[in-house]
């Protein structure tokens, strides 16, 4: 099967995971560990990753040698706040361009802002960064990011947090039949058979944080996701059979039957 491509860099895996919510970073690198995930996402503004020398760092337990760092902007609520937080983050990995943005609309829903996101995602490739963009899944403002060159856009399958599934499959169809860049699923995805799911209708990959933290066994949960989304590609990439409705298809052969 084609791998996941990113800015140019090859991936084996199609799940993206956040590091977030865990009770230590232990738990952090255990549940990883099990998903496969070559990406992982961090909060620049929640964790940290050298900004505070007199905590303990992820970067130890998460060394950029063995993953791909994508820190995001989780917690802004402005265009200039993401920019900033990104440049920050730029810094601290050494120039890594790779990056989530994020712009929140209000801290109840975490529905994104976008024209506060399309106004930061146009600041940051000018700027020389490789942007993948959560976004709402509206297929119109989706090529908008992709014309102004993000890397990946991410629209959400329902709220962040909110482990509801995939309310509305049909935009995330619309989304993926016009892009010419990554689509990945990111926000809402509650189990694995969400994850399936969204690989079944050609997603390129699925990011996903609470349903692997929050679980009653985060590392056994990670496992359990890493299976569903390499399902739900092979499924996809294996054409499921047409739905026939009121229409039977006997299993076994008709013709040459015993006794006819």
């Known amino acids: 099967m084609h791998q996941l491509t990113i800015a140019g860099k090859a991936y084996r895996s199609r799940l993206l995971v956040g590091t977030g919510k865990y009770k230590d970073f232990a738990e952090t690198r255990a549940a990883i560990d099990a998903s496969g995930a070559e990406i992982v996402t961090v909060a620049v503004r929640r964790v940290n990753i050298g900004q505070d020398a007199g905590q303990p760092n992820l970067l130890d337990f998460l060394p950029p040698a063995q993953f791909t ?19 920050l983050a730029r810094e601290l990995l050494d120039g890594h361009p790779l990056c989530k943005l994020e712009v929140l609309g209000d801290p109840k829903s975490l529905f994104p802002n976008m024209p506060e996101t399309l106004k930061a ?50 935009n995330l169809r619309l989304i993926i039949d016009n892009a010419k860049v990554p689509v990945i699923v990111d926000a809402g995805v509650g189990t694995a058979s ?15 944080n609470t349903a692997i933290a929050h679980a009653k066994d985060p590392v056994l949960m990670a496992s359990a996701m890493k299976k569903g989304v390499e399902a739900g ?18 299993s076994s052969p008709t013709s040459g039957l015993i006794g006819s």
Do not use: H
């Open 69 to 87: 760092i994508l820190p995001n902007t989780a917690g802004c609520y402005t265009a200039d706040d993401a920019v900033r937080t990104l440049r």
């Open 233 to 250: 590609r092979e499924a996809f990439l294996a054409g499921r059979m047409p739905r026939k409705l009121y229409s039977a298809d006997p």
């Open 121 to 170: 995602a146009e600041t940051l490739v000018k700027d020389g960064f490789e942007v993948m963009v959560y976004c709402s899944d509206d297929p119109i403002q989706a090529k908008m990011l992709e014309d102004i060159g993000c890397a990946a856009v991410m629209p959400l399958a329902s709220l962040i947090g909110s482990g509801m599934g995939i309310l509305n499959p049909w």
């Open 194 to 208: 969400d994850a399936t799911i969204a690989m079944e209708l050609g997603c390129d990959g699925v990011l996903m």
